[in-house]
């Protein structure tokens, strides 16, 4: 079974999203704007989710994880939970 680890900030709307995708594309560090900006409890590693099997995650977001360029941040990506910027760390 494929398995990633990915890091993401998980904000209400798609602007806020824009926003911090715009302050990454400009060198902000993603692990700082996680813990100030995100809505999911992984704030607190810095948006990482560790390691999770294919399946585990919402579709949108596992589409992203095990298909798009590694260590590139995606997003806005919109999900049930609001909208994701996700970068994947590695994959398996």
């Known amino acids: 079974m494929a398995t990633a680890a990915a890091v993401h900030i998980l904000v209400k709307t798609q602007q ?4 911090l995708k715009q302050k990454l594309d400009n060198g902000a560090d993603f692990a700082q704007l996680a813990k ?7 704030k607190k590693k810095g948006g990482d989710l560790g390691e999770f099997r294919k399946g585990q995650m919402v579709k ?6 095990f298909k798009k360029a590694l260590l590139t ?4 990506i919109k ?6 910027l996700i970068k994947t760390l590695y994959r398996n």
């Open 79 to 84: 999900t049930k939970f609001g909208y994701h």
């Open 73 to 76: 941040v995606h997003g806005p």
């Open 36 to 42: 100030k900006f995100s809505i999911c409890p992984s």
């Open 60 to 65: 949108a977001f596992d589409d992203v994880v």
């Open 16 to 19: 806020e999203a824009i926003a």
